[in-house]
């Protein structure tokens, strides 16, 4: 799981720098594209990643939040499996 998490702080890293305070969402598609997008706050790109993880048409969704220093923060859940 480490690695996987790695990966998602370095591709969003290569999106450019982060101000702080600010977030980014890392979006696995299921058919292999990798969306990003900038928020000024957690609730926003949790909400984010919540919506693009519950979206299963075409395959299972990932999706994870990184902070303004690139650590993952949180992991988008799909709205069934929240509780």
């Given at each position: 799981?480490?690695?996987?998490?790695d990966s998602v702080?370095?591709?969003a890293r290569g999106q450019g720098q982060l101000?702080?305070?600010?977030f980014r969402s890392v979006v696995f598609e299921a058919d292999a594209r990798v969306r990003f997008h900038d928020h000024a706050d957690?609730?926003?790109?949790?909400?984010h990643a919540d919506d693009a993880a519950s979206e299963r048409w075409d395959g299972i969704v990932l999706?994870?939040?990184v902070d303004h220093e690139f650590s993952v923060v949180y992991a988008g859940k799909h709205y069934a499996e929240r509780g």
């Amino acid at each position: 799981m480490t690695e996987q998490l790695d990966s998602v702080a370095a591709l969003a890293r290569g999106q450019g720098q982060l101000l702080p305070g600010s977030f980014r969402s890392v979006v696995f598609e299921a058919d292999a594209r990798v969306r990003f997008h900038d928020h000024a706050d957690l609730a926003g790109a949790c909400r984010h990643a919540d919506d693009a993880a519950s979206e299963r048409w075409d395959g299972i969704v990932l999706a994870y939040v990184v902070d303004h220093e690139f650590s993952v923060v949180y992991a988008g859940k799909h709205y069934a499996e929240r509780g």
